[in-house]
T-cell receptor, first 114, second 112 residues
Framework: GAGVSQSPSNKVTEKGKDVELRCDPI?????LYWYRQSLGQGLEFLIY????????KSGLPSDRFSAERTGGSVSTLTIQRTQQEDSAVYLC????????????FGSGTRLTVV | EDQVTQSPEALRLQEGESSSLNCSYT??????LFWYRQDPGKGPEFLFT???AGEEKEKERLKATLTKKESFLHITAPKPEDSATYLC?????????????FGGGTRLMVKP
Protein backbone atom coordinates (compact mmCIF):
# COMPACT_ATOMS: atom_id res chain seq x y z
CA GLY A 1 0.00 0.00 0.00
CA ALA A 2 0.88 3.65 -0.23
CA GLY A 3 1.17 4.19 3.51
CA VAL A 4 1.36 2.48 6.87
CA SER A 5 -1.88 0.65 7.56
CA GLN A 6 -3.13 -0.17 11.05
CA SER A 7 -6.08 -2.23 12.11
CA PRO A 8 -8.46 -2.03 13.73
CA SER A 9 -8.85 1.74 13.80
CA ASN A 10 -10.87 1.49 17.00
CA LYS A 11 -11.05 -1.24 19.60
CA VAL A 12 -13.16 -1.37 22.75
CA THR A 13 -12.35 -4.24 25.08
CA GLU A 14 -13.23 -5.34 28.56
CA LYS A 15 -10.68 -5.17 31.32
CA GLY A 16 -8.75 -8.41 31.55
CA LYS A 17 -9.17 -9.42 27.91
CA ASP A 18 -6.28 -9.76 25.45
CA VAL A 19 -6.06 -7.60 22.32
CA GLU A 20 -4.02 -7.74 19.14
CA LEU A 21 -3.19 -4.68 17.11
CA ARG A 22 -1.87 -5.01 13.58
CA CYS A 23 0.52 -2.89 11.52
CA ASP A 24 1.27 -3.19 7.80
CA PRO A 25 4.35 -1.07 7.07
CA ILE A 26 5.26 0.52 3.77
CA UNK A 27 6.67 -2.09 1.42
CA UNK A 28 10.46 -2.13 1.57
CA UNK A 29 10.72 -0.37 4.92
CA UNK A 30 12.91 -2.50 7.14
CA UNK A 31 12.51 -0.43 10.30
CA LEU A 32 9.24 -0.59 12.23
CA TYR A 33 8.30 1.24 15.42
CA TRP A 34 5.40 1.11 17.86
CA TYR A 35 4.44 4.13 19.95
CA ARG A 36 1.66 4.85 22.42
CA GLN A 37 -0.07 8.22 22.70
CA SER A 38 -2.20 8.76 25.77
CA LEU A 39 -4.60 11.66 26.21
CA GLY A 40 -2.61 14.74 27.12
CA GLN A 41 0.70 12.92 26.87
CA GLY A 42 3.43 12.81 24.29
CA LEU A 43 4.27 9.84 22.14
CA GLU A 44 5.84 7.06 24.16
CA PHE A 45 8.23 4.65 22.44
CA LEU A 46 7.32 0.99 22.88
CA ILE A 47 9.35 -1.25 20.58
CA TYR A 48 11.56 -1.11 17.47
CA UNK A 49 12.24 -3.74 14.82
CA UNK A 50 15.09 -3.49 12.32
CA UNK A 51 15.38 -6.21 9.70
CA UNK A 52 16.19 -9.56 11.25
CA UNK A 53 17.90 -8.08 14.32
CA UNK A 54 16.55 -8.68 17.80
CA UNK A 55 13.93 -6.04 18.56
CA UNK A 56 14.55 -3.21 20.98
CA LYS A 57 11.90 -3.85 23.63
CA SER A 58 13.17 -1.24 26.06
CA GLY A 59 9.99 0.82 25.90
CA LEU A 60 7.46 -1.88 26.67
CA PRO A 61 5.73 -0.81 29.92
CA SER A 62 5.15 -4.28 31.34
CA ASP A 63 5.40 -7.98 30.51
CA ARG A 64 1.75 -7.87 29.44
CA PHE A 65 2.95 -6.18 26.27
CA SER A 66 4.64 -8.10 23.47
CA ALA A 67 5.17 -7.63 19.75
CA GLU A 68 6.33 -9.68 16.85
CA ARG A 69 7.14 -9.02 13.24
CA THR A 70 6.65 -11.85 10.81
CA GLY A 71 8.71 -12.13 7.63
CA GLY A 72 10.15 -8.68 8.16
CA SER A 73 6.84 -7.10 7.26
CA VAL A 74 3.58 -7.19 9.22
CA SER A 75 3.81 -6.57 12.96
CA THR A 76 1.39 -7.44 15.74
CA LEU A 77 1.33 -5.76 19.14
CA THR A 78 -0.36 -7.90 21.78
CA ILE A 79 -1.59 -6.65 25.14
CA GLN A 80 -2.58 -9.36 27.58
CA ARG A 81 -4.98 -8.89 30.50
CA THR A 82 -5.75 -5.33 29.49
CA GLN A 83 -6.06 -2.65 32.16
CA GLN A 84 -7.83 0.69 31.97
CA GLU A 85 -4.48 2.51 31.93
CA ASP A 86 -3.74 0.76 28.63
CA SER A 87 -6.37 2.95 26.96
CA ALA A 88 -4.52 5.06 24.38
CA VAL A 89 -3.84 5.44 20.67
CA TYR A 90 -1.25 2.95 19.51
CA LEU A 91 0.75 4.24 16.54
CA CYS A 92 2.95 2.26 14.21
CA UNK A 93 5.61 3.80 11.96
CA UNK A 94 8.06 2.48 9.41
CA UNK A 95 11.11 3.82 7.64
CA UNK A 96 14.06 2.94 5.48
CA UNK A 97 17.35 2.35 7.26
CA UNK A 98 19.09 5.63 7.97
CA UNK A 99 15.94 7.67 7.42
CA UNK A 100 14.38 7.26 10.81
CA UNK A 101 13.39 10.89 11.09
CA UNK A 102 11.18 10.64 8.05
CA UNK A 103 9.38 7.61 9.40
CA UNK A 104 5.83 7.30 8.09
CA PHE A 105 3.17 6.87 10.74
CA GLY A 106 -0.10 5.04 10.46
CA SER A 107 -3.32 6.59 11.72
CA GLY A 108 -3.22 4.46 14.83
CA THR A 109 -5.52 2.15 16.74
CA ARG A 110 -7.58 3.82 19.45
CA LEU A 111 -7.86 1.30 22.29
CA THR A 112 -10.45 1.79 24.99
CA VAL A 113 -10.49 -0.58 27.96
CA VAL A 114 -13.78 -0.52 29.86
CA GLU B 1 18.05 11.70 30.88
CA ASP B 2 17.14 13.17 27.50
CA GLN B 3 14.18 15.52 27.73
CA VAL B 4 12.13 17.51 25.25
CA THR B 5 9.71 20.21 26.39
CA GLN B 6 7.36 22.16 24.18
CA SER B 7 5.59 25.43 24.89
CA PRO B 8 2.96 26.64 24.88
CA GLU B 9 0.71 23.60 25.23
CA ALA B 10 -1.96 25.38 23.21
CA LEU B 11 -1.96 28.49 21.05
CA ARG B 12 -4.89 30.33 19.53
CA LEU B 13 -4.15 32.70 16.66
CA GLN B 14 -6.21 34.78 14.31
CA GLU B 15 -5.66 34.12 10.65
CA GLY B 16 -2.62 36.13 9.57
CA GLU B 17 -1.27 36.51 13.12
CA SER B 18 2.32 35.25 13.08
CA SER B 19 3.82 33.49 16.10
CA SER B 20 6.42 30.94 17.23
CA LEU B 21 6.33 27.58 18.95
CA ASN B 22 9.18 26.54 21.24
CA CYS B 23 10.93 23.21 21.71
CA SER B 24 13.57 23.03 24.45
CA TYR B 25 15.78 19.99 24.75
CA THR B 26 18.45 18.50 26.97
CA UNK B 27 20.26 15.66 25.28
CA UNK B 28 23.76 14.28 25.48
CA UNK B 29 25.04 14.88 21.99
CA UNK B 30 22.33 16.17 19.70
CA UNK B 31 22.00 14.12 16.52
CA UNK B 32 19.19 16.05 15.00
CA LEU B 33 15.90 17.60 15.97
CA PHE B 34 12.73 16.77 14.10
CA TRP B 35 9.43 18.56 13.71
CA TYR B 36 6.14 16.82 12.94
CA ARG B 37 2.57 17.90 12.35
CA GLN B 38 -0.28 15.79 13.69
CA ASP B 39 -3.89 16.24 12.63
CA PRO B 40 -6.74 14.80 14.75
CA GLY B 41 -7.15 11.07 14.21
CA LYS B 42 -3.92 10.84 12.23
CA GLY B 43 -0.35 9.88 12.91
CA PRO B 44 2.42 12.51 12.91
CA GLU B 45 3.61 13.77 9.55
CA PHE B 46 7.29 14.60 9.15
CA LEU B 47 8.09 18.28 8.48
CA PHE B 48 11.76 19.09 9.10
CA THR B 49 15.09 17.84 10.34
CA UNK B 50 17.64 20.25 11.84
CA UNK B 51 21.15 19.07 12.68
CA UNK B 52 23.24 22.03 13.81
CA ALA B 53 22.85 25.33 15.62
CA GLY B 54 22.04 28.13 13.20
CA GLU B 55 20.39 25.85 10.69
CA GLU B 56 17.02 26.88 9.27
CA LYS B 57 14.47 25.00 7.18
CA GLU B 58 11.36 26.42 5.49
CA LYS B 59 8.18 24.97 4.09
CA GLU B 60 5.37 27.26 2.99
CA ARG B 61 4.40 29.34 6.04
CA LEU B 62 6.60 27.37 8.43
CA LYS B 63 10.23 28.00 9.30
CA ALA B 64 12.18 25.92 11.80
CA THR B 65 15.33 27.19 13.51
CA LEU B 66 17.78 25.59 15.91
CA THR B 67 20.06 26.80 18.69
CA LYS B 68 22.16 24.78 21.11
CA LYS B 69 19.31 24.59 23.61
CA GLU B 70 16.07 24.98 21.69
CA SER B 71 14.27 25.04 18.41
CA PHE B 72 11.55 27.35 17.19
CA LEU B 73 8.83 26.74 14.66
CA HIS B 74 7.84 30.10 13.26
CA ILE B 75 4.47 30.38 11.60
CA THR B 76 4.05 33.36 9.30
CA ALA B 77 0.57 34.60 8.43
CA PRO B 78 -1.09 31.32 9.41
CA LYS B 79 -4.25 30.03 7.81
CA PRO B 80 -6.98 27.88 9.41
CA GLU B 81 -5.57 24.83 7.63
CA ASP B 82 -2.40 25.21 9.69
CA SER B 83 -4.41 24.19 12.75
CA ALA B 84 -2.88 20.99 14.12
CA THR B 85 -0.65 19.71 16.90
CA TYR B 86 3.02 20.32 16.24
CA LEU B 87 5.50 17.90 17.77
CA CYS B 88 9.24 18.05 18.08
CA UNK B 89 11.46 15.07 18.79
CA UNK B 90 15.10 14.11 19.22
CA UNK B 91 16.61 10.73 18.39
CA UNK B 92 17.99 8.61 21.18
CA UNK B 93 20.36 5.87 20.09
CA UNK B 94 20.95 2.67 21.95
CA UNK B 95 22.53 -0.67 21.10
CA UNK B 96 19.56 -1.84 19.11
CA UNK B 97 18.94 1.23 17.04
CA UNK B 98 17.17 4.49 17.57
CA UNK B 99 13.95 5.75 19.01
CA UNK B 100 12.54 9.26 19.11
CA UNK B 101 11.84 11.13 22.31
CA PHE B 102 8.91 13.43 21.66
CA GLY B 103 7.81 16.61 23.36
CA GLY B 104 4.23 16.96 24.55
CA GLY B 105 3.28 19.02 21.50
CA THR B 106 1.71 22.41 20.89
CA ARG B 107 -1.90 22.43 19.79
CA LEU B 108 -2.33 25.29 17.33
CA MET B 109 -5.74 26.69 16.49
CA VAL B 110 -6.02 29.34 13.78
CA LYS B 111 -9.33 31.16 13.64
CA PRO B 112 -10.56 32.67 10.35
Amino acid sequence: GAGVSQSPSNKVTEKGKDVELRCDPISGHTALYWYRQSLGQGLEFLIYFQGNSAPDKSGLPSDRFSAERTGGSVSTLTIQRTQQEDSAVYLCASSLVGQGAARAFGSGTRLTVV
Amino acid sequence: EDQVTQSPEALRLQEGESSSLNCSYTVSGLRGLFWYRQDPGKGPEFLFTLYSAGEEKEKERLKATLTKKESFLHITAPKPEDSATYLCAVPVYNNAGNMLTFGGGTRLMVKP
